[in-house]
């Protein structure tokens, strides 16, 4: 059963045009000038929705109304050596705590997008709106940053347990997503446990709120299912 709910409303391409943007001020740039870069409305749902993929994916962390690029930016816009930019790609992907249960889960296996939007709906609380898109950043993603074998297949890779501990000095939220994207939006963290369920989901924009109708779907199918089953003892 999935641990938690997260993933970012936007691709990893698109997430990088943001942190370009970024990245060619210097560092750090004000929320309103990579907006009027990008084209885009500040306060548009489109230009919300790239800036917390970006910082999902973490390429920029938020500070104050500013973004800020982070080392794993840094590596994949100044690498040092041919091979760094495709690991900074790498650590990118993986930093979106969904995509990296999902490398794992789906070792050796086909990156299919129909068998992942089923997957993600069914087991990982994800509504119905949100599931073909999340399925197409992941699968994309695979193959843009290098993660499939030979055969074409998702690729085995080591656990970033290093890499995340010797970047939280720079960015300790990225560790907690939930928390962060709540607090700083004035969204809600909702946390569901019980029997085979642990999820913890955050409702920062009305997208989320679709999300939420599926998972609460989801505890009803259960809730009714224990129900008829606990009926169905009693009367035999």
């Known amino acids: 059963m999935p641990k938690k709910t997260d993933y970012p409303h936007c ?38 929705h790239k800036v917390s993929g ?30 760094e930019k495709l690991d900074g790609l790498q650590h990118a992907f993986e930093s979106v705590s969904l995509f990296r249960t999902l490398l794992h889960r789906l070792q050796k296996k086909s ?22 898109r999340v399925a197409s950043y992941f699968a994309e993603g695979v193959k843009e940053v290098g993660l499939l074998d030979s055969n074409g297949l998702i690729a085995s890779r080591e656990p970033l347990e290093g890499v995340q501990e010797q970047r939280q000095s720079v960015q300790p939220a990225v ?3 939930f928390d962060r994207d709540a607090n700083q939006s004035g969204g809600y963290l909702i946390s569901v446990r019980g029997p085979g369920l642990k999820v913890d989901f955050a409702v920062t924009e009305d997208s989320d709120l679709e999300d939420l109708q599926s998972l609460i779907a989801m505890l009803r199918r259960k809730v009714q299912g224990t129900s008829k089953s606990s009926n169905a003892h009693e009367i035999s």
């Not at 920029?60 to 100044?78: D, K, N, W």
């Open 11 to 48: 691709g990893l391409g698109e997430a990088l045009r943001v942190a370009e943007v970024v990245d060619h001020a210097g560092g750090t740039a004000a929320l309103g000038v990579v907006a009027e870069r990008l084209k885009m409305a500040e306060k548009g749902g489109a230009f919300t």
């Open 175 to 177: 560790d907690n997503p």
């Open 111 to 132: 990156p299919d997008k129909a068998m992942i939007r089923s997957l993600l709906i069914r087991e990982y609380a994800v509504g119905h709106a949100m599931a073909e």
């Open 54 to 83: 970006a910082v999902k994916f973490s390429l920029i962390e938020r500070a104050g109304g500013s973004l800020r690029a982070t080392p794993i930016s840094r590596e994949i816009f100044h690498p040092l050596a041919e091979r």
